[in-house]
């Protein structure tokens, strides 16, 4: 409430009022935009807090206790962490993990641009095509791993049946520790690819025609038009999709899922993926603790190799000069 | 600074405030439940789950709506017969097979508080229960007759410090089936049935060609696998641990010839690298479907060919044995137990007793049904073992053969840790499909149990 000081002109007094007025009007205006943000980042940060955050945090709490499985904590400060150092199964599934990232990655990146440039044209029933391509995506993942790990069996499968006409039957693609990897990465790309060749296809869809006509009137050849006009152009889509593909090859449900289908972690541990072997430490042997922490790193070494490519690309900009 | 500027400025620290006392309230109850949340979770889940009805809950893989329609009907029938009698209702929960071994669904409701009040488990599952403190004591709710009943080395398995902590419903000896059209196809008569492990590879090797392989053993890794292949050790005298001590028997010859067994099975290219049907447990996508001539599998599968491949003509034969060996076959099976944090554990540990461990007739009865009829069993007590034979339930065909040849001299399945079971595991692995000389991986499993028998203090590993 404000004062009226003696001896003050009252039109003074009111446009003093009026202005108080105002400022307080464009503050309202101010608190009802940071009110209608709020409003609208709620619910998902809501959701990202409670089924997100609070279980991040909960899990990284847990990797410093032992865990029974049946509701006994003991706090046990940095044993689980110290234990993975010295555990042979899960530095063995670290280095399976990283060759499967590795192959897994620049597979994606290779085959979804590949097949993008192939179904980039209209031709007649190129939707047909596409959709093919995708189809495997819209299936369950232990259907897909059924069906394939029924295909691949020793042989009589259809597979080992098809490449003994070409004289290369009679191997074990799931049983063999020296094939299998090879052969859950191959299951993998052909579910996933349809999902980046997607993405591709929206980011080549994005480049205009107008700069292959011009260099095609310079004389530029299709590996130059790849070069310098689809690669340079498609850098946001290539960030995404390494990044994306980069997240989905560590911790990705296409790991777990189909490990735990087709192969349990076997033959002799060859196809034992991080994802994996935390599953088991926590369900298999009820060592809830230990696995909470083996996530936390895995999260952690995920969040390095996040920021990596982030550096490597400038953040997606590529920009190098 | 202009007098718009002035004003907002304890306005945005006045947001700014606000948006910092959020933060640390968020950060509060963030971190009150990251230091407390371990504890305080299944607290919570605890009293959520005492509010659910009162019926206690019984997780298992065959009712209501199991595959089998006779298991399912025992299962539905038994809780039914309880529930008439009773004050406190039984109900049946079902978990599919593949959930409930291996899986996810019980690990997950111990862990958060949730546990059913009655299930079943394997011997391989013991300890991880009972050391977890989560099986109740059956024995003050058993007359010393029952508890005698039981064969003591079916019993075994379920008993620590003389106290009873699970009631068997069945025991489930491996055997060797043989599909005896592909028998007969390789020119072989019965004088060819094989009793040691060199005669079982020659064998296969004649039963195997370009469509079909000719022994069949376990290759996916797990707990089934190492069950399998535990009685192939025994033969050759090894033991996981050597009795009375910290030390391992995994490096004794007769488990390094176990494990090479195996492996020249699977080198010849007598036996696959996988199998069918989700494993080598399975008898009709195997030997049903002409995928391998032998299969190594237990005597659940007399009922599943029954059902599933009735065209079948199957012979079966006992574990063949290792030069100079001595037979042995490893002996499966679920037991009921109840669980000693769920809603009333004295009622549930009556409900075992009472379905499957008085000595009245109708808990008898109910045991010669399961086994030779709902099931196809050998029976885990003497009473039960009598009366089925009384009514004709072992008299002919395979159950017979198991009753007379097979079942004698076997071994109940042994119980260990998750960790020792990993080990074994990868031994197995290592040798089999890596190519891994067996003495080494045997000795490698030998030190890590060894390893870790120095600080185990849980329940005796049998």
Known sequence: MSVLSAGQPADKQAGRRLATVTRQRRLSQTKREWLAAYLFLLPDLLGLLIFIGLPMVLSLSLGFFTVSGFGQYTFTGLANYQKMLVDPLFIGSLQTTAKYVIVLVPGLYVVGLGLALLVKRPIPLIGLFRGMLFLPNVISLVVIGLIWKFLLVDRIGVVNTLFSKIGLGGRSWLGDPNLTLWTLLAVTIWFLMGFYMLIFLAGLQEIPREYYDAARIDGAGPWRSFRDITLPLLKPTSFFVLLVSLVAAVTGPQGFDLVYVMTKGGPANSTNLTTFYIYQQAFLFSNFGYAAAMASVLVFALLVLTGVLFALTKGGRFDFD | MTADQQTAGPQRQSVGLNRRSLIKVGAGAAGGLGLFGPSALPLISRRSAAAQGDALTFWQFYAPGGRVQTQTTWFEDCVAGW????????????????????????????????????????????????????????????????????????????????????????????????????????????????????????????????????????????????????????????????????????????????????????????????????????????????????????????????????????????????????????????????????????????????????????????????????????????????????????????????????????????????????????????????????????????????????????????
């Open chain 2, 83 to 462: 529930n008439a009698q009773n004050e406190r209702q039984v109900e049946l929960v079902y978990v599919p097979n593949s959930d409930y071994m291996d899986g996810t669904k019980l690990p997950t409701a111990f862990a958060s508080g949730q546990g059913p009040d009655l299930f079943i488990i394997s011997p391989g599952d013991f300890l991880r229960y009972f050391n977890g403190g989560v099986l109740q004591d059956l024995t003050p709710f058993m007359e010393k007759e029952a508890i005698d009943d039981f064969f003591p080395d079916v019993l075994a398995s379920r008993i620590v410090d003389g106290k009873v902590y699970g009631l068997p419903m069945e025991v489930e000896p491996m055997a060797m089936y043989y599909d005896k059209a592909a028998w007969d196809e390789a020119g072989l008569t019965d004088s060819d049935i094989p009793e040691t492990w060199e005669q079982l590879l020659e064998v296969g090797k004649r039963l195997t060609n370009d469509q079909r392989f000719g022994v069949l053993f376990e290759t996916n890794p797990g707990y089934y696998q190492n069950f399998t292949w535990y009685p192939f050790m025994w033969q050759g005298g090894a033991e996981i641990q050597v009795p009375e001590s910290n030390k391992s028997g995994m490096r004794d010859p007769g488990a390094v010839a176990a494990l090479k067994f195996w492996q020249d099975a699977v080198n010849q290219g007598v036996s696959p690298r996988t199998e069918l049907g989700g494993g080598a447990w399975n008898g009709p996508a195997n030997l049903g479907t002409g995928y391998c001539a032998i299969q190594n599998i237990g005597i659940w599968s007399i009922s599943e060919l029954r059902q599933d491949a009735p065209d079948l003509e199957y012979g079966i034969f006992k574990l063949p044995v290792p030069e100079g060996g001595t037979y042995t076959t490893d002996m499966g099976g679920w037991a009921f137990v109840a669980n000693s944090q769920g809603k009333d554990p004295e009622a549930a540990a009556q409900f075992i007793v009472w379905a499957l461990g008085s000595m009245s007739d109708d808990s008898i009865q109910r045991g010669v049904d399961w086994c030779t009829k709902a099931k196809s069993d050998m029976t885990p007590r003497k009473s039960v073992q009598d009366l089925a034979v009384e009514q004709g339930g072992f008299e002919s065909g395979p159950l017979k053969l198991f009753a007379e040849e097979i079942f004698p001299g076997g071994r109940g399945e042994p119980r260990v840790t998750p960790e020792i079971y990993k080990s074994i595991s990868d031994a197995i692995q290592a040798a089999m499909l890596n190519g891994v000389d067996p003495e080494q991986a045997a000795e490698q499993a030998a030190t890590e149990i060894e390893a870790y028998l120095a600080t185990y203090t849980g329940a005796p590993i049998l």
